[in-house]
């Protein structure tokens, strides 16, 4: 064999044992910037599969995806969740060197604190940003609103605080908003109702919020609003309308008081939580109505019994207003389909009707009277006894 047959054997056999550079889908520079990332929070064992001499589009990379649909092989989304951090860290400004990513998703991780870094706006192809339930800290950033790709917002469970940007309202392609479970104060801005026509989700619940639901927000079409746990107040039916798609209402414990007998419905609302407001009326004729949660207010008056109309009932709840008569015989047809209806602290008089058997009932707390035998059965849940608890055992 000559001497070139000799080198060439050995070159061969060579490649055979070593990985081709070539064979590797990453592009250098996401895997430098994935690197830098990793090396930036402290090189949490959470990421020890992120190693340099792996391809950072193999499957082994937890929490990385490339883009292998059109083929460029660029890291398009970055999943990362319970980083085991050894001490805090700030989210590295170096994931902003990752210009084709269209998702980052950061969550459950106490020791990641600080503000957002500026440089994310340079991911100018990121519609999804999640970082949620960390140490998040200072106001929500004005730069956010120059990120005209984002379609959704989430900075729900942090520590974020000052008050909401009217910027936000600019972003032309926002779909879904949710800062809920933070320290944000103030109002919401007026310039929240010229979100765009494609904006259909706002979750700003468990915050300081207060003033008044601005008017503005009748002109949007909103599929899921959660405004629970503030302090608002005046009048919310701006939010209602019988031509919007709404179908999930939540503002529970705030101020609010208005007129609900005047509310128009959505035809596809499914469900309505108003409980600890100072909501004098309410209607129950939407027939998608799967819960209605309306404790704890100011009601009065009777128990409608229309309610034994609506086909997707799951979950009445009147408990703590100031109803008064009897629970109507046509509760009886509840039974059925209800699994749980609280009616405790009203002011509830009368007999129990004889055929009313569900799951879990509540009616403890009233002025009820008579024989409450009908309750008892097997795999039910009761608790039916009067305020003084010397009527009915509770159960």
């Given at each position: ?336 389909k209800v699994a749980a209806m609280v009616l405790s602290r009203n002011r509830l008089t009368g007999r129990i009707p004889p055929k009313l058997d569900i799951v879990f009932l509540d009616l403890s707390h009233n002025m009820l009277e008579g024989d409450a035998s009908v309750l008892f059965g097997a795999n039910k849940k009761k608790h039916a006894g009067n ?9």
């Open positions: 064999m000559s001497r070139l047959s000799i080198i060439i054997v050995v070159i061969v056999a060579a490649l055979s044992l070593t990985p081709a550079l070539s064979d590797e889908l990453c592009n250098p520079r996401d895997k430098k910037a994935l690197l830098q990332f990793k090396k930036d929070l402290g090189n949490p064992t959470t990421l020890s599969s992120w190693l340099p001499n792996t391809d950072c589009c193999n499957p082994e990379w937890d929490g990385v995806l490339c883009d292998t649909d059109n083929k460029t092989y660029r890291v398009n989304q970055l999943y990362l969740t319970n980083l085991n951090l050894s001490k805090p860290y700030p989210i590295p400004s170096s994931v902003s060197r990752l210009p084709y990513l269209n998702l980052l998703y950061l969550t459950t991780t106490p020791n990641l604190l600080g503000q957002i870094p500026s440089s994310i706006v340079n991911l100018t192809k990121l519609h999804y940003l999640y970082i949620t339930r960390t140490s998040l800290s200072g106001q929500i950033p004005q730069f956010l609103s120059h990120m005209k790709t984002i379609v959704t917002f989430d900075l729900s469970y942090n520590n974020l605080s000052g008050t909401l940007p009217p910027s936000l309202s600019s972003l032309p392609n926002l779909q879904g908003l949710a800062f809920d479970g933070n320290r944000i104060t103030g109002p919401i801005p007026d310039s929240y109702g010229s979100f765009s026509h494609k904006f259909t989700s706002l979750t700003l619940s468990r915050n300081r919020l207060t003033g008044e639901i601005p008017a503005t927000l009748a002109d949007l079409n909103l599929t899921f609003v959660d405004l629970s746990l503030n302090k608002l107040e005046g009048d919310a039916s701006v939010l209602f309308g019988s031509d919007k798609n709404t179908q999930e209402i939540n503002l529970a414990k705030n101020l609010l008081e208005f007129d609900f007998g005047n509310v128009k419905l959505s035809k596809d609302l499914e469900s309505l939580d108003i409980r600890n407001n100072r909501i004098p009326h309410f209607l129950s004729r939407i027939k998608t109505l799967v819960t209605i949660q309306f404790s704890y207010n100011q009601l009065s008056g009777t128990l409608p019994a229309s309610l034994s109309l609506l086909p997707n009932l799951l979950l009445i709840s009147f408990a703590g207003n100031r109803i008064s008569g009897a629970i109507p015989d046509s509760y009886a047809s509840l039974s059925s305020k003084s608890g010397e009527e009915y055992a509770c159960f």
